[in-house]
């Protein structure tokens, strides 16, 4: 039996004792205890691309270790949980993919209880400029229902949720099977009108990926599919408040106009997350953190882990630290429908972050990550794993 008093930011701000046992909270009571710790369910990435040089579109089965490699970087950040996601390709490639991501986790059961599924952002997405971002044009295609068995069947029937573009050929059909086999259908990187989003959700579809990004630079003021993601009170969205993709007032305004009680926060980190500022092929880190298509000051993705996504979100989505860890932590478990197994309250699963918080910045340092009732990362004890640059795939 293991115990953690400290203050409990998402029960109000008081003292509590959390006792657990094997996987399972068992009580939450009370303390009187003094202390300046605070602990929560932990932080949870429902979309990551790669870190620390490594991506999750897995090519070899060497490669299969950066799933360890990830999980083992993340957990120094209090990111207890994440998504692997696997991006738009062609099919022997998604095949590959999601085959090696299925064997990593079967192989190794301490990733598994940080890894509670994968992510398909594409291949059915828009291929229009702007809404496809920077997906590849030549693997875009519509819904294929055998084509998604045949990945679902690879990855050990692993894929959580997939990401579309509603308003492709056949999707409301593709929507309903994908929901009736217990998958998550978002909507992403989309041209969608009002109607492809009525039908969406009516098929069943329950969340928008990144919210704000992957779209067009201009769009009709009034009526756009932002505005329509944004009203729509049957869904939940996901903003990345890395403090690059959407700007201050931006960021606001969006998880006002959603909600906080529907909206969540991911990073969509890629390979190049962690790294130092510099030149990577032809993508540059600014010293600021953001990536960038080399001579222009386009967007090439994200960098910043969850914890930095948090401490931001805090700072320019003006919501309080008890908004803010809620965003990033039991949000997301909701959105993916895990929330009876992540949260604060006897009977979830001890799997929780214990930290630090301090208003000046914000500034959130991690003390202790515990996964499933175990403790796997310990600041002042655990040796920190170290990201390898020499390993960068620049193939993402």
Same mark, same amino acid.
């Given at each position: 039996?293991?115990?953690?008093?400290?203050?409990?930011?998402?029960?109000?701000?008081?003292?509590? =004792?959390?006792?657990?046992?094997? @996987?399972?909270?068992?009580?939450?009571?009370?303390?009187?205890?003094?202390?300046?710790?605070?602990?929560?369910?932990?932080?949870?990435?429902?979309?990551?691309?790669?870190?620390?040089?490594?991506?999750?579109?897995?090519?070899?089965?060497?490669?299969?270790?950066?799933? $360890?490699?990830?999980?083992?970087?993340?957990?120094?950040?209090?990111?207890?949980?994440?998504?692997?996601?696997?991006? =738009?390709?062609?099919?022997?490639?998604?095949?590959?993919?999601?085959?090696?991501?299925?064997?990593?986790?079967?192989?190794?059961?301490?990733?598994?209880?940080?890894?509670?599924?994968?992510?398909?952002?594409?291949?059915?997405?828009?291929?229009?400029?702007?809404? @496809?971002?920077? %997906?590849?044009?030549?693997?875009? $295609?519509?819904?294929?229902?055998?084509?998604?068995?045949?990945?679902?069947?690879?990855?050990?029937?692993?894929?959580?949720?997939?990401?579309?573009?509603?308003?492709?050929?056949?999707?409301?059909?593709?929507?309903?099977?994908?929901?009736?086999?217990?998958?998550?259908?978002?909507?992403? %990187?989309?041209?969608?009108?009002?109607?492809?989003?009525?039908?969406?959700?009516?098929?069943?579809?329950?969340?928008?990926?990144?919210?704000?990004?992957?779209? %067009?630079?201009?769009?009709? $003021?009034?009526?756009?599919?932002?505005?329509?993601?944004?009203?729509?009170?049957?869904?939940?969205?996901?903003?990345?408040?890395?403090?690059? %993709?959407?700007?201050?007032?931006?960021?606001?305004?969006?998880?006002?106009?959603?909600?906080?009680?529907?909206?969540?926060?991911?990073?969509?980190?890629?390979?190049?997350?962690?790294?130092?500022?510099?030149?990577?092929?032809?993508?540059?880190?600014?010293?600021?953190? $953001?990536?960038?298509?080399?001579?222009?000051?386009?967007?090439?993705?994200?960098?910043?882990?969850?914890?930095?996504?948090?401490?931001?979100?805090?700072?320019?989505?003006?919501?309080?630290?008890?908004?803010?860890?809620?965003?990033?932590?039991?949000?997301?478990?909701?959105?993916?429908?895990?929330?009876?197994?992540?949260?604060?309250?006897?009977?979830?699963?001890?799997?929780?972050?214990?930290? @630090?918080?301090?208003?000046?910045?914000?500034?959130?340092?991690?003390?202790?990550?515990?996964?499933?009732?175990?403790?796997?990362?310990?600041?002042?004890?655990?040796?920190?794993?170290?990201?390898?640059?020499?390993?960068?795939?620049? @193939?993402?």
């Amino acid at each position: 039996m293991s115990t953690i008093t400290a203050r409990v930011p998402l029960l109000g701000g008081g003292v509590y =004792t959390v006792v657990f046992e094997g @996987r399972t909270i068992q009580s939450i009571t009370k303390s009187r205890k003094k202390t300046d710790l605070c602990v929560g369910p932990t932080l949870f990435d429902i979309q990551v691309n790669g870190y620390g040089g490594e991506t999750c579109k897995i090519r070899s089965p060497e490669k299969k270790e950066v799933l $360890r490699f990830i999980t083992q970087l993340f957990r120094q950040v209090g990111v207890g949980w994440w998504i692997p996601t696997v991006c =738009t390709g062609q099919p022997e490639t998604l095949k590959t993919a999601f085959q090696y991501l299925g064997e990593a986790v079967s192989e190794d059961p301490d990733v598994a209880d940080s890894i509670p599924g994968f992510h398909l952002e594409g291949p059915y997405l828009s291929p229009e400029e702007g809404p @496809r971002g920077v %997906h590849d044009l030549d693997a875009i $295609r519509p819904p294929d229902w055998d084509e998604f068995r045949r990945l679902q069947d690879c990855s050990g029937n692993r894929i959580r949720y997939i990401t579309l573009a509603p308003e492709a050929t056949g999707a409301p059909e593709f929507i309903r099977k994908c929901v009736d086999s217990g998958v998550v259908v978002s909507m992403g %990187h989309t041209n969608l009108g009002r109607d492809d989003l009525r039908r969406a959700v009516e098929a069943g579809a329950t969340l928008s990926t990144h919210l704000g990004n992957g779209a %067009h630079d201009m769009i009709q $003021r009034h009526n756009n599919y932002l505005w329509y993601q944004l009203a729509c009170r049957e869904t939940f969205a996901s903003f990345i408040s890395d403090g690059q %993709h959407l700007p201050e007032d931006c960021l606001t305004c969006m998880l006002r106009a959603k909600g906080l009680d529907l909206s969540v926060i991911t990073s969509d980190c890629v390979n190049l997350g962690g790294l130092p500022a510099g030149l990577y092929g032809g993508v540059e880190m600014l010293p600021s953190g $953001r990536l960038c298509a080399v001579g222009t000051k386009n967007l090439a993705g994200s960098s910043s882990q969850l914890l930095e996504c948090t401490e931001t979100v805090i700072r320019l989505g003006r919501v309080s630290h008890e908004e803010g860890w809620r965003l990033a932590s039991v949000q997301p478990a909701r959105a993916l429908r895990l929330d009876s197994r992540l949260g604060m309250e006897p009977g979830k699963e001890a799997t929780l972050t214990v930290y @630090r918080y301090r208003d000046e910045g914000p500034r959130i340092d991690v003390v202790e990550t515990w996964v499933a009732g175990r403790k796997v990362f310990d600041a002042e004890r655990s040796e920190r794993v170290a990201i390898r640059q020499g390993s960068l795939d620049m @193939r993402e």
